[in-house]
């Protein structure tokens, strides 16, 4: 499996307290490294048309030209977060498929939760195809990325915006992530939801009965809109 890499950044925005403050969250998480800054989107197109980075902070409303033109213009386009004191232009922001739109004044909370969506996005595209006893995810947590082998998942619970990754010998990982992009991360083939609340591993599964499913370590309450896709899986597991 490829080492995993800091993300190499760069910042464009014409306010020089908005380049000092990424500077600062930057320089507090140690999976990204923030290369340079530009003041001015000529010099950072400049310097973006001979490089090749991960991810690139940029500012939308700037005098020379928007952060959104300089997107379109890009040929080799790196993940892109744009930063922005006007709301207005959430809309464009996102139909360029930018990781994340972070409005202005930015606080460290919101701005360490993109930088982790990006990492995650990089991160998916790089895990090689393992092997059956070397699967594993990775995931944010303590500004680090984290490897889980999917054989030691117990289950995995919702905590609104988190989800906690119990595993096995009474351990757990709490990651910023909704259940419905973990779903999408774990492989349908040894994973499934069985409630708003709860994905579970089928080779976990010791018996189900009155809507509760018995894993190796705790009794899960199946929800009733998954109920019947529930009894269909089971059916032909």
């Known amino acids: 499996?490829?080492?995993?890499?800091?993300?190499?950044?760069i910042a464009i925005d014409d306010e020089p307290l908005a380049l000092e403050l990424i500077r600062t969250y930057a320089s507090r998480i140690p999976d990204i490294q923030l290369l340079c800054t530009f003041e001015d989107a000529v010099s950072g197109a400049e310097y973006l048309a001979g490089k090749s980075i991960d991810l690139l902070f940029l500012d939308i409303d700037m005098p020379d030209i928007s952060g959104i033109d300089l997107?379109?213009?890009?040929?080799?386009?790196?993940?892109?977060?744009?930063?922005?004191?006007?709301?207005?232009f959430a809309y464009d922001g996102f139909e360029l498929e930018a990781v994340d739109y972070l409005l202005k004044p930015i606080d460290f909370q919101r701005f360490s939760k993109s930088?982790?969506?990006?990492?995650?996005i990089r991160n998916s595209k790089m895990q090689a195809p393992p092997t059956e006893?070397?699967?594993?995810?990775?995931?944010?947590?303590?500004?680090?990325?984290?490897?889980?082998?999917?054989?030691?998942?117990?289950?995995v619970e919702s905590m609104e915006d988190y989800i906690k990754i119990h595993l096995t010998e009474g351990k757990s990982v709490v990651t910023l992530m909704s259940l419905k992009k973990a779903e999408e991360l774990l492989p349908d083939t040894q994973f499934k939801r069985i409630h708003r609340s709860y994905i579970i591993p089928l080779a976990k599964i010791r018996s189900v009965q009155n809507k509760k499913i018995q894993l190796h370590q705790i009794l899960l309450p199946i929800g009733e809109s998954?109920?019947?896709?529930?009894?269909?899986?089971l059916i032909n597991k």
């Open 115 to 120: 930088v982790f969506k990006a990492i995650a």
């Open 71 to 88: 997107a379109k213009a890009l040929k080799n386009k790196p993940m892109i977060i744009f930063t922005t004191a006007y709301k207005q």
């Open 226 to 233: 998954y109920a019947e896709q529930v009894k269909k899986w």
């Open 133 to 155: 006893d070397d699967a594993a995810i990775y995931v944010h947590a303590e500004y680090r990325a984290i490897k889980i082998l999917l054989r030691d998942i117990e289950y």
């Open 1 to 9: 499996m490829k080492e995993i890499m800091p993300l190499k950044c």
